[in-house]
């Protein structure tokens, strides 16, 4: 059965979200699919990660926060981790199966096209993570490649999916571009 859509909302990280993000992202099924966190991931690796982010963002550089009904649920981002602008997102798995990263990239994705000049973002997924494809089909996002990459929870380099969304094909899917 799928969970009602929830209300959300993004907000700028703030130093004490350290304890919220060490307990979402110590869910090994959360943990798994992301390529830098350690695992096990504790509250001195969720404040070191906040003094390392807040503040030093270049722009177009983003990293949002996404508040489920005023509670932190998960992160939303785009920034340079291979020196081209990349979407990046997780998610606490009690909000997973509700529509909301979809539509938490999709604004994300609509302010940043907006506000740059920018032709394209980059995103991805490891091999596997059916729900992030999903997401980044619905975007419109499309193949670029197969690769590997570091996959730190698990220590090993792991075959990952490169995608990237052209700002065209964001344009012709005007139900994202009015999306909530």
């Given at each position: 059965?799928?969970?009602p859509a929830a209300e959300f909302m993004l907000?700028?990280?703030?130093?004490?979200?350290?304890s919220r993000i060490a307990e979402l992202i110590g869910d090994w099924e959360v943990a798994r699919?992301?390529?830098s966190p350690p695992h096990p991931y504790a509250l001195d690796d969720a404040t070191e990660f906040l003094t390392g982010t807040i503040g030093t963002a270049i722009a177009p550089a983003r990293q949002e926060v996404i508040e489920v009904d005023g509670v932190f649920a998960g992160m939303i981002g785009i920034d340079r981790p291979f020196g081209k602008l990349n979407l990046g997102y997780w998610l606490g798995r009690p909000y997973w199966g509700r529509g909301i990263m979809t539509r938490a990239a999709a604004r994300l994705t609509r302010d940043f096209f907006a506000n740059s000049r920018e032709t394209?973002?980059?995103?991805?997924y490891f091999s596997g993570n059916e729900p992030s494809w999903a997401i980044q089909r619905r975007l419109g996002f499309t193949f670029v490649e197969d690769g590997v990459l570091m996959n730190r929870p698990l220590g090993k380099r792991m075959?990952?999916?490169?995608t990237?969304?052209?700002r065209l094909k964001f344009d012709?899917?005007?139900?994202?571009?009015?999306?909530?």
């Open positions: 059965m799928t969970k907000r700028p990280l703030e130093v004490t979200d350290a699919w992301l390529s394209h973002l980059m995103s991805g075959p990952h999916i490169f990237r969304l052209t012709q899917l005007p139900g994202l571009r009015l999306m909530p």
